[in-house]
């Protein structure tokens, strides 16, 4: 099993940025792949972004292709969400995930979450 804590939400005004960081803990960090999601109030889940232990392949929703960047510190078992030129329609609950092999069929263990309020 995988702990996941996120940080690094808050208040951000349109075209800003910011980043979300994951801190992992529990089984091996190399041996999963790492997803960020998000969720705002009344819309399904969506998947924003993941990447392989290895941090070789990376993978976007098409929202966020060109604004976002996931990445990786193996050695602080702790991946980021680089988030630019933020747009109001992306306030949400930020949520880090941890699956198995790139791609994973599903994520299995999830963190509590990181709010993220763009104003206009």
């Known amino acids: 099993q995988v702990q996941l804590v996120e940080s690094g939400g808050g208040l951000v005004q349109a075209g800003g940025s910011l980043r979300l960081s994951c801190a992992a803990s529990g089984r091996p960090f190399s041996t999963y792949t790492l997803g960020w999601f998000r969720q705002a109030p009344g819309k399904e889940r969506e998947f924003v972004a993941r990447i392989n232990w290895s941090g070789t392949r990376r993978e976007y929703g098409d929202s966020v292709k060109g604004r976002f960047t996931i990445s990786k510190d193996n050695a602080k078992n702790t991946v980021y969400l680089q988030m630019n030129s933020l747009k109001p329609e992306e306030t949400a609950v930020y949520y880090c995930?941890?699956?198995?092999?790139?791609?994973?069929?599903?994520?299995?263990?999830w963190g509590q979450g990181t709010q993220v309020t763009v104003s206009s």
């Open positions: 995930a941890a699956g198995g092999s790139y791609p994973p069929r599903e994520y299995t263990s």
